[in-house]
């Protein structure tokens, strides 16, 4: 017997209330940058410190592409004195604010599939930042919506939503469950140093989520041809941040430990790496580029995806053809191409492929073909 098809079906997202243009966060930003060269002015006079330099929104769109981004707390963020979310701790009796974004996405993915508690049997969550060790968040996901089976939490960066989805098609595939819900809840503003010029504009907040499960036992939904992953080592993009910092002697009384990136060997580095594996997962799979009618890939920058949608075209992508969602939402992480796939995919016919491609931090990188089916 062979292994039956596998089905991407349903997919939810999470928008929070609060938006923050680019030129609200330049405003802040320019004032911290303000008060603390005036506060330092003797110290830069003398040459012993170096002034910092304000930022722009020009500045902003022409690195990155982004215009905008959600964040779960604009106040905290936007003031000078901060330049952080504030975000209130809850009770260990109290639903976890990632599990809180996770759920209201789960809860509209579940619906566009057609599913129940009843009919999921596991939970992964994928994601860059956990908000505790433990207990995991996918454990309590699965408790809040009811489902009976199984939860654990993977972070894979960037990459986390693919990888979790091949963990997910893999457990379905050997008959360890029916379906599984895959949630992606990023608060990426948590980690995100709103006070270094370089990055203080990346980031934003949101949930997605998805559902795996038997393609024949799937009313309508996407195929999952084939899928791959691939990971390679590299510091270029690090957040140190955990709880053996706690333990170093010298890092008593230091900033916390954040999101850092050297951002142009990252674009050097990953574009190759990211085309490659993309068109040699083509190839094996005997598909042609000339055969996708969509790329909805990992939401980090606009000149990266251009590049690498070029690449794997060998042309000029088409309006469209590789959607951004970067000038509204931000780099979300690993909620990214996830977010693409869901504003940008219903519109395609049965038959049609596509390509899901994340890539991040690691450096790791997840390729996910897929082929739109309904049925009567």
């Not at 002034?51 to 690195?63: D, H, Q, R």
């Not at 907040?205 to 038997?214: G, H, K, N």
């Not at 230091?254 to 190839?283: C, N, W, Y």
């Not at 970067?326 to 191409?337: F, H, I, P, R």
Request: charged share 20%; hydrophobic share 45%; with cysteine.
């Amino acid at each position: 017997m062979g292994v039956a098809a596998l089905a991407l079906t349903g997919t939810g997202l999470y928008t929070p209330a609060q938006s923050i243009t680019n030129d609200e966060l330049v405003s802040s930003f320019n004032e911290f940058v303000r008060r603390h060269n005036a506060t330092n002015a003797s110290a830069i006079a003398a040459g012993t410190m170096t002034a910092l330099a304000p930022s722009s929104t020009e500045f902003i769109v022409k690195a990155s592409g982004i215009k905008s981004r959600y964040v779960m707390d604009k106040e905290g963020v936007l003031d000078p004195d901060v330049m952080c979310p504030r975000i209130p701790e809850r009770t260990n009796d109290q639903v976890s604010v990632l599990a809180e974004i996770a759920i209201a996405a789960a809860r509209e993915a579940m619906d566009r599939a057609g599913r129940t508690a009843a009919d999921i049997d596991g939970v992964l969550i994928g994601a860059s930042n956990m908000q505790r060790a433990y207990p995991a968040m996918a454990v309590e996901v699965q408790d809040a919506l009811g489902i009976d089976g199984f939860g654990f939490d993977m972070n894979v960066a960037c990459s986390s939503a693919t990888f979790a989805l091949q963990a997910a098609a893999d457990m379905v595939a050997a008959g360890h469950a029916r379906a599984i819900l895959v949630c992606n809840p990023e608060i990426c503003s948590g980690h995100l140093n709103f006070r270094d010029r370089d990055s203080h504009f990346i980031f934003g907040d949101v949930a997605t989520a998805f559902i795996v499960e038997r393609a024949d036992a799937a009313k309508a939904g996407w195929e999952i041809v084939s899928t791959r992953l691939k990971t390679k080592f590299s510091n270029n993009i690090r957040n140190n941040f955990g709880f053996l910092n706690r333990t170093a002697p010298e890092s008593a009384g230091a900033p916390d430990k954040l999101f850092v990136q050297e951002g142009r060997k990252v674009f050097k580095e990953v574009v190759p790496m990211v085309s490659e594996l993309i068109i040699a997962h083509l190839t094996e799979n005997a598909i042609p580029p000339s055969s996708l009618k969509r790329l909805w890939l990992h939401q980090a920058n606009l000149g990266m995806n251009d590049m690498i949608a070029r690449r794997v075209l060998g042309r000029d992508p088409m309006t469209g053809e590789a959607p951004n969602i970067l000038d509204e939402y931000a780099n979300t992480s690993s909620a990214g191409s996830v977010i693409a796939f869901h504003k940008y995919s219903d519109d395609l016919k049965p038959g049609d492929l596509g390509l899901l491609c994340s890539f991040g931090a690691g450096y790791s990188a997840g390729s996910v073909i897929l082929k739109k089916f309904a049925r009567a």
